[in-house]
């Protein structure tokens, strides 16, 4: 194999796309929607994420400015936290819509993320959904196949390869240099997502991360060339090999992913939340919120507290024994809503990964899942942003309990609806809001996310093997 016939025969193939009017004008038009679909989600995802960080900071300053209060009400009156979308996100905003982008955090309660704002599909005219991601997924592939489904095929119908088989031109020579001219387009189709990368990157995005995304959706693109010219070489006409080519990308593109989500559904079912917030109450009720300090969950509590301090009434008490009862009880709430939280947050990730197995069936299933994992916009980031707003619930709830059993006098607080004076006593300073910590939610180390893609990739790598090695067995077995 002379790497001189290969280069000019890569050559010869570019010179005849440049030559027809048809392949620059398609590569321009599907390079201006890359890079304006990549300029759009850039934009879009910046400004989330500075509006998400402007709310986050608004809501911890509106919670420390409280006037002086009742600890308890300030348990009630909660605080709010946002996941601020990643750098990566200007590729790839994954699951962000879809799972929502805030929660209310408060006492006795977890809260589920709420929806983002719907403003960007106004914006975009209906076209939201359309990210460099989805371009480079979907669309891309449908470019390649319509440069190179005839790459083989058409020396055929010019009468053309018996000649160059007939000089020495070996069937693989002719093979790879017709695919270093396909992987060389789809490579520079990468330029706008390399540029929005580094700028992912000037926005504090890693490296690793980024570099892993290009790679990612480099080796995508190679695999549709390397079945692009698999097909062309064992196909002997352009219609047949162009049909070959659009039932595959609409089987791989459109049916598979939706039959990896179905099956999902039906293989491993997450009951209703309905359903399950109804068993979860029966145990929430059984333990109790803690309103109650005479009530008989707490009674043991009560023994308990008498015997270490050795008095006999919670009256004598050094401690306020309502505080008790309200930071006993939630940490047993807490506990009972954390288990099914991490039940639900389970069968969900088994999902996802039943999901992500249809990625052997097809090289979109494969990539779509990498590219959320590698953005830091997959489903196990939304499951750490819960499990980390909830930690910052329960820290915050604790700590004006443990105001309230410290610093409020149980006498105080007994009599506190007697009259305004009485109720005045119970406001404790504000000074105590101070328990509530800054939340900033970041993206995973690059390494865990790598991790994370490291299935995906396998898929995609034992796609180009396939695909490659089969291409290569037809070439050499190729005849005019």
Known sequence: MTMNRILA????????????????????????????????????MSEEHRGRSEQQALAEETFLAQPDRHPHRMVHYGHYVFRAPPPLAMIDPGVDAVTGQSIFLEGHRQNTAMFADARASADLGGFEGLTAALVYQMFVPLLLIALGHGLIIREREEKTLAPLLAQGVAGIELYVGKWIALAGVALALLLPLAVVSAAAVAAGGSMPANAGIIGLYALYLLVWCGLILLVSALVRLRAPSLGVLVLFWLGTALIVPRMAVESA????????????????????????????????????????????????????????????????????????????????????????????????????????????ALSGTDLATHHRFLREAEEVRFDFVQGLNRVHVEQLAYSVDMSRSIDAESERRTRMSAENWNVLDEFSFRPAAAGERLARAGAPLAMLFAWFGLLTAGGVHAARRMQP
Do not use: C
């Not at 929607?33 to 850039?42: K, M």
């Not at 559904?265 to 145990?283: C, F, N, W």
């Not at 050094?318 to 099914?340: C, H, I, K, Q, W």
């Open 9 to 44: 025969i890569a050559r010869e193939e570019v010179r005849l796309w440049l030559r027809s009017r048809l392949a620059p004008y398609t590569l321009l038009i599907v390079a201006a929607l890359l890079t304006a679909t990549s300029i759009a989600t850039a934009l879009r």
């Open 265 to 372: 559904s039906a293989v491993l079912p997450i009951p209703g939340k309905l359903t399950t917030d109804l068993r979860m109450q029966e145990e929430l009720r059984e333990v109790g919120d803690g309103h109650n300090a005479a009530a008989p969950q707490y009674q043991q509590l009560r023994a308990n507290l008498l015997a270490q301090y050795d008095v006999d009434r919670v009256e004598d008490l050094p401690v306020n024994f309502r505080g008790v009862v309200a930071e006993s009880a939630e940490a047993d709430l807490t506990e009972v809503m954390n288990r099914y939280a991490e039940e639900r947050m389970a069968l969900e990730a088994r999902q996802a990964r039943f999901a992500e197995t249809f990625g052997w069936l097809s090289p979109v299933v494969a990539v779509a899942a990498g590219s959320r």
